[in-house]
């Protein structure tokens, strides 16, 4: 299988509660493209329907629905200009499955090495100052911080070069990113 890559494609990664969806809301506002995190809209959906794909009733197709996503949001960016950013990509959901103690499927990690984004990827550290919980994030700040390291090991796994995004204000974090991907 041929390697499908996009130097234009830019993963932001991270624990929950860290910022990515802030910094994501931002480049947004900035005028790019942003394809959004699988699964709080996967939850969302599973909640509005008493569907069973959620990460408290089945891990495992909630793991499915989300690496579905993420795949169609991959394939869906070539339809987009410039720079690309996205709410965490593929390679999350191996970091997830990993977590919950479940098996990575091959074919998904087959997919991972097929459909790559940037070498370089952003990912949030924890940040006890900002980390909340909600309806949809119920993880408390040790698994965030446990799923901080995942995505870590999971992206280091793959050969990606991981980018911390300071621990500042989203005009930091923009700052940040639109220098590393040449936009300053």
Avoid at 36 to 49: D, L, M, S, V
Avoid at 106 to 114: N, Q, V
Avoid at 150 to 172: D, K, N
Avoid at 173 to 184: P, W
């Amino acid at each position: 299988m041929r390697t499908v890559e996009s130097d234009r494609y830019f993963v932001v990664t991270g624990g929950p509660g860290s910022g990515k969806s802030t910094l994501i809301a931002a480049l947004r506002r900035n005028g790019h493209p942003v394809f959004e995190e699988a699964g709080r809209k996967i939850i969302r959906q599973q909640t509005e329907t008493s569907g069973r794909a959620l990460p408290w009733v089945d891990p495992a197709l909630f793991a499915d629905k989300m690496f579905e996503h993420d795949l169609q949001s991959y394939n869906a960016a070539s339809g987009e200009a410039g720079v690309v950013f996205f709410d965490r990509g593929l390679p999350d959901v191996l970091g997830y499955l990993h977590l919950t103690g479940l098996p990575v499927p091959e074919s998904m990690r087959r997919a991972a090495r097929t459909y790559r984004y940037n070498r370089q990827v952003f990912i949030a550290p924890p940040w006890p100052e900002i980390f909340t919980q909600d309806a949809e994030r119920k993880q408390d700040l040790e698994e965030a911080e446990r799923t901080y390291r995942a995505m870590v090991a999971v992206y280091s796994e793959y050969g990606y070069e991981l980018r911390e995004l300071p621990r500042e204000t989203v005009a930091a974090r923009l700052a940040f990113v639109r220098r590393i991907v040449g936009e300053s």
